[in-house]
Structure formats: structure tokens, C-alpha cells
T-cell receptor, first 112, second 109 residues
Framework: EAGVAQSPRYKIIEKRQSVAFWCNPI?????LYWYQQILGQGPKLLIQ????????DSQLPKDRFSAERLKGVDSTLKIQPAKLEDSAVYLC??????????FGPGTRLTVT | GQQLNQSPQSMFIQEGEDVSMNCTSS?????WLWYKQDPGEGPVLLIA?????ELTSNGRLTAQFGITRKDSFLNISASIPSDVGIYFC?????????FGAGTILRVKS
């Protein structure tokens, strides 16, 4: 079974630029999560989707971050405009409705 | 918000030694999970615990769900070089995971 796919794996941008990350979850997984992992910390949930709908986006900085999951499969996470403190690894995870989460390899973002 | 305290922050051990790490919380969780993260990769699930007092093994790994539901520990027996990495505990209520800051494990061969 294929795992969670993410792209790109690495991205370097200047502050105030925009960036987008893509995630393809495990086939059949209804729930999709985006996490931010700052160096030296554990992952922090940004947003959770169940199929097309947002379940939890309480920790998403909505003034600059947005995410969508059209058609209930792939998802994109966007940052516009980026700040220096957005430098982190952005992890996507997926799960069945009630099961454990499986993580993708992440996208390492560096904002200069 | 909910916070998990993981200890130790890092450890440097000899190959063949046993390793213990733990995780505590001020909040109760219904599920405790242990993940391992290698450099440049996402966390990989090692063990999931669903019931207070539960003791579960996965090869050389053993984890326990504390009776109070506020703590968990992970033991690794007879460590080998490929055990290096960062080990995260995570508490779960519903579908929401809260992660600890991780324990960095380095093994001297």
C-alpha cells in the first residue's frame, strides 16, 4: 500500500513570498491532517479535514495560511505571505475515520 | 492547551543497552502512541496503547499506558545503531493528537 505522498520535499523562499505544499493521502483515508513541526519540537496540528470538510482549524494562522481539500482526496496548504518564523517542516498525515495517523515525509520550508 | 512532557530530552547509550523514556501530562488521554522520526522523514508509528494499564510489545520495544491515563513509557531492549532517531509520545482524544517534544536517541556502536 502506498504511503502519504508530499511535494515538494524542500523549498526555500524569501519572506513575503508565497508557497504551496501538496499532499496525497493513503487511498481510502477520509481524514487528512496538516502539521507544522518547528526544529526541536513535536508536530503541531494546523488543520484537520474529514472528506471535504474542515473539522479543526483552531491553530491555523488564518491571516496567512489557507488549506483546501477539493474532492476529498488531495490537499494543498498555502502560506501567503511567508514570515521567517514559518520556517519548519510541514507534515501531512491521513487516517481512516477511527484509526491511527500515518505521516508523509514532510516538506522542509526555509524562509530567508 | 494540553502539553506533554517527555524525558529525557536526549540520551547517548552504548549498543546493546536497554533504554527507557517516558511521557507525562496534566491531562487524561484515551490513547497513547509512540512514534519514531528519522532525519528527513515523517514520524512512523511504533506502538499504540488503548487501555489504562495496557502493556504492549513490538519486537524489542515495550510500552505501557499508565493507570492514571496521564503517562506512558517506552522501553527499547538491546539497542542497535538503527535505533537512533527522535522518539515522540503522543496523547490522543478523538482524532486529535498532542505530541511531546521528543527524546533524541544516539547509540554508540
Amino acid at each position: 500500500e502506498a504511503g502519504v505522498a508530499q511535494s515538494p520535499r524542500y523549498k526555500i523562499i524569501e519572506k513575503r513570498q508565497s508557497v504551496a505544499f501538496w499532499c496525497n493521502p493513503i487511498s481510502g483515508h477520509a481524514t487528512l491532517y496538516w502539521y507544522q513541526q518547528i526544529l526541536g519540537q513535536g508536530p503541531k496540528l494546523l488543520i484537520q479535514f474529514q472528506n471535504n470538510g474542515v473539522v479543526d482549524d483552531s491553530q491555523l494562522p488564518k491571516d496567512r495560511f489557507s488549506a483546501e481539500r477539493l474532492k476529498g482526496v488531495d490537499s494543498t496548504l498555502k502560506i501567503q505571505p511567508a514570515k521567517l518564523e514559518d520556517s519548519a517542516v510541514y507534515l501531512c498525515a491521513s487516517s481512516l475515520l477511527v484509526s491511527e495517523q500515518y505521516f508523509g515525509p514532510g516538506t522542509r520550508l526555509t524562509v530567508t | 492547551g494540553q502539553q506533554l512532557n517527555q524525558s529525557p530530552q536526549s540520551m547517548f547509550i552504548q549498543e546493546g543497552e536497554d533504554v527507557s523514556m517516558n511521557c507525562t501530562s496534566s491531562s487524561i488521554f484515551n490513547t497513547w502512541l509512540w512514534y519514531k522520526q528519522d532525519p528527513g522523514e515523517g514520524p512512523v508509528l511504533l506502538i499504540a496503547l488503548y487501555k489504562a494499564g495496557e502493556l504492549t510489545s513490538n519486537g524489542r520495544l515495550t510500552a505501557q499506558f499508565g493507570i492514571t491515563r496521564k503517562d506512558s513509557f517506552l522501553n527499547i531492549s538491546a539497542s542497535i545503531p538503527s535505533d537512533v532517531g527522535i522518539y515522540f509520545c503522543a496523547g490522543k482524544n478523538g482524532n486529535k493528537l498532542v505530541f511531546g517534544a521528543g527524546t533524541i536517541l544516539r547509540v554508540k556502536s
